[in-house]
């Protein structure tokens, strides 16, 4: 049995450079048929231009509609124009300590996506900022203990899903208790299992557990789970912990596969058939559209040659259609005068303000 090129860009979520479909963007998603993009702050300008390229992107896959992604998390993840409701870093919600707001603010948010074609979030952040050493987490993550974290963790999951934005847990298994920047290169951390069973682990066993749609592995090398490899391409850690011992059937993504913490260590095509050998189903890559097509091609190589079985790409395939069904179907386009109507409107800047009086008034009762 072959597996078709389009079904195996269906494991694909693929950045792009520009603020429109170009002709050379529109024959790559119609030659490679990727099942999602994701946007970047170089991708967005305004409500009408993000309405107008998301509609334009699902244009060029009819076959299938796309997951168009995000970093919307708030802070300083924060990928949208100033037209959008912004909300505070997570930090300001796990000092408010309101699953309610927490709820609310990623209710917003999901509104405001969804009315300009965005049906996915990379959020919530289910790290522990258990290191004050940590260079990348820090006020991205809702606190440095694990209870809030799997408190407003999850009701930015409800607030996200409940409005038809596909959530998406990360880093898995933590990224909170780094030292460098994965972006840069490899964090390797030397916690024990105990540690990170009591710290890491109970936000994501919390998420998993209560229906989280997606998650996000982390370019880590936890050396109490695999001192070989990372997690994104750890058999060990995302089939047997993630698929085994947590039972999670929701889709997995990789973090992006051209941070120096994979890209200095492996080629693109290497990277991308061990994270789906390990258990991944989406491998994302952000910005070069030379490596998309390596990795796409790679893929394709190692499924004729049997190093990736075909059953292995079918458990993949049926859980992005899953996911697409649940969110995506049935699609319609966008349209720019009801964005206008709810994107930054009143309501959703009444809430924000909310949230940062409740910050000060907690800020004022603990001084």
Excluded: W
């Excluded at 987490?137 to 440095?144: M, N, P, V, Y």
Aim: hydrophobic residues 40%.
């Amino acid at each position: 049995m072959l597996m078709s090129r389009e079904k195996i860009g269906q494991l694909f979520m693929v950045g792009f450079e520009g603020t429109s479909v170009t002709p050379d963007l529109a024959a790559f998603i119609k030659e490679y048929k990727p099942g999602g993009v994701i946007l970047f702050s170089r991708n967005l300008e305004s409500i009408e231009q993000i309405v107008e390229l998301t509609n334009a992107l699902q244009a060029c896959s009819p076959h299938s509609p796309l997951l168009i992604s995000i970093d919307q998390e708030g802070g300083r993840v924060s990928r949208l124009p100033k037209s959008f409701t912004i909300f505070p870093p997570c930090e300001v919600l796990g000092k408010c300590n309101s699953s309610e707001l927490a709820y609310a603010a990623a209710a917003t948010i999901a509104k405001e996506l969804r009315a300009v074609g965005i049906n996915m979030n990379m959020s919530p952040v289910l790290d522990v900022n258990s290191n004050p050493a940590n260079p990348v987490i820090g006020d991205r993550a809702f606190g440095s203990t694990p209870g809030p974290v799997c408190e407003l963790g999850l009701a930015t999951v409800g607030g996200l899903q409940d409005n038809r934005v596909v959530a998406c847990g990360k880093h898995f298994p933590g990224h909170g208790d780094t030292t460098v920047d994965s972006h840069k290169e490899l964090p390797v951390v030397e916690a024990s299992k105990e540690r990170l069973e009591q710290i890491e682990f109970p936000p994501f066993r919390h998420a998993t557990a209560h229906g989280v749609a997606t998650l996000m592995t982390a370019h880590v090398l936890y050396r109490a789970l695999d001192d070989q490899k990372p997690a994104t391409l750890s058999p060990t850690i995302i089939t047997e912990f993630l698929r085994g011992e947590l039972r999670y059937d929701g889709v997995v993504l990789t973090d992006d596969l051209e941070m120096h913490a994979i890209i200095d260590h492996y080629g693109i095509e290497e990277a991308t058939v061990r994270a789906i050998q390990a258990g991944c189903d989406m491998p994302l890559i952000c910005k070069d559209r030379n490596r998309e097509i390596a990795a796409i091609t790679a893929v394709d190589s190692a499924v004729a040659d049997g190093s990736i079985s075909i059953e292995r790409l079918e458990q993949s395939l049926v859980r992005i259609a899953g996911l697409k069904r649940r969110f995506l179907a049935p699609y319609k386009p966008v349209v720019i005068s009801d964005a206008k109507l709810i994107v930054g409107c009143r309501s959703h800047h009444v809430l924000l303000r909310s949230i940062h009086q409740a910050r000060e008034r907690l800020a004022k009762a603990t001084v």
